[in-house]
């Protein structure tokens, strides 16, 4: 680590160094072709493969719920939503809808 400070960094002492530039620049070493990048491999490929995880189903009381049921409006309901002051007629194609009532 020392040698690759030096040759990539031109830092001499490293305890001189703040410790966030320090640590910043210790980071970047095995991006550089050195010896940490290369003990940095080496350590990559000695890892062993993650084990595959079967996936499992749900128990059924941990199933997630279906869609809510839902009752949809009479024709009654909806022409005297038309009527109403707070639902009003909907705007037809290429018509303004007022968004402040003034009054």
């Known amino acids: 680590m020392a040698s ?3 040759v990539f960094h031109g830092v001499d002492r490293l305890g001189a160094l703040p410790a966030d530039v320090f640590v910043s620049r210790l980071q970047r ?21 993650p084990a595959a995880q079967p996936r499992r189903a749900l128990p059924a009381a941990q199933e997630p719920p279906g869609p809510p049921e839902v009752t949809p409006y009479t024709g009654e309901q909806l022409a005297a939503m038309a009527q109403s002051v707070e639902w ?10 007022p968004m402040i009532e003034y009054g």
């Open 29 to 49: 070493l095995r991006m550089y072709d050195g010896a940490v990048r290369a003990a940095w491999r080496d350590d990559v490929a000695a890892a062993p493969a």
């Open 4 to 6: 690759d400070m030096s």
């Open 88 to 97: 009003g007629p909907n705007p037809g194609l290429n018509q303004l809808a």
